[in-house]
């Protein structure tokens, strides 16, 4: 019997081709199919578009491409995973290595977390490894200039779409709030700023390190725009990154740390 091949979870970065991990570099290229998400039959694959220009090519490997739509409907979502891993599954089982692209890292909101759920659920014995990949988290604070977490700082990730109505909660009991899958939320997300007197301290950045990256520091002109489907908006409260902090930390207990 054919033993089952390895299922690799591959993160290829936020856009910019020379932030592939050299890891990351090294499974695509071995691997014997890639698997390719992408948003709609007849579109690209993000990933691909970013991983292509700097993987060898090699003519033995095969490209699946899989459509996984943008959707937070179950119903839509859930038969196009079946359908992956059926066809990931057919590779696995004659032995292939799969390697599943993925933009930014594999762990932060993508659809290979079920694509691997599901494979273990039906091949418990499969072996799978993720390959970590540079976020567009830390890349878009990278471009805005600022320190996600100093000190005793406190990081809040909001996917927008599903839900910003405790916004203003979040902006007062977080340090840093990381808002993404910003959808159609814009205009509570702007809301909430005003109200908390935090619109100076947001900015947005779209297609962050791809050639079309947007920066937008006045978060006011947003107004009526969604910023796009590769956009998020980071909140940051303060401006004491890289200081000691000696203020009291909202919980007693907390020591305060050295630099
Ligand atoms: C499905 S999640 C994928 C996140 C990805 N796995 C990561 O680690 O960056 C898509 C969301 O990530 C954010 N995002 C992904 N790539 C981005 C980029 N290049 N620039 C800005 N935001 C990005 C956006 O908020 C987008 O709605």
Same mark, same amino acid.
């Given at each position: #019997? @054919?033993?089952?091949? @390895? ?6 970065? $936020? ?5 592939? @991990?050299?890891?990351a ?16 039959? +007849?579109?690209?694959?993000v990933?691909?578009?970013? !991983? ?16 996984? $739509? ?8 859930r038969?196009?995973?079946?359908? !992956?891993?059926d066809?990931?599954?057919e ?8 390697a ?33 990949g ?24 909001? $996917? ?19 808002? #993404? ?6 205009? @509570? ?13 947001? +900015? ?7 050639a ?20 998020? #908006? ?14 009291a930390? $909202? ?9």
């Amino acid at each position: #019997m @054919t033993a089952l091949g @390895t299922l690799y979870g591959v993160g290829v970065g $936020p856009g910019a081709p020379d932030l592939l @991990t050299v890891r990351a570099l090294r499974v695509i290229e071995a691997a014997d199919v890639l698997a390719l998400p992408r948003s709609s039959d +007849f579109g690209a694959s993000v990933a691909w578009s970013i !991983a292509a220009p700097i993987v060898k090519a090699n003519a033995a490997q095969e490209r699946l491409r899989l459509t996984f $739509p943008m959707s937070k409907e179950a119903t839509v979502v859930r038969p196009r995973v079946l359908a !992956a891993v059926d066809a990931i599954g057919e590779r696995l089982l004659a032995g292939r290595a799969v390697a599943f692209l993925t933009e930014g890292d594999p762990s932060v909101f993508s659809t290979f977390g079920y694509v691997r759920d599901e494979a273990l659920r039906r091949w418990p014995s499969l072996r799978v490894e993720v390959v970590p990949g540079v976020t567009s988290i830390t890349s878009v604070a990278a471009i805005g200039g600022i320190p996600l977490a100093d000190g005793h700082e406190r990081v809040a990730i909001i $996917p927008a779409t599903y839900g910003v109505g405790d916004l203003v909660d979040l902006l007062e009991r977080f340090d840093t709030v990381v808002l #993404m899958k910003l959808g159609g939320a814009m205009p @509570t997300i702007l809301e909430a700023l005003e109200r908390t007197g935090l619109t100076d301290r947001a +900015f947005l950045v779209s297609r962050a390190t791809m050639a079309e990256q947007r920066v937008e520091r006045d978060v006011r002109r947003l107004e009526g725009d969604t910023g796009g489907c590769l956009a998020m #908006m980071i909140v940051k409260r303060s401006d004491r990154s890289g200081r000691l902090v000696n203020e009291a930390a $909202p919980d007693a207990t907390r020591a305060t740390e050295a630099p």
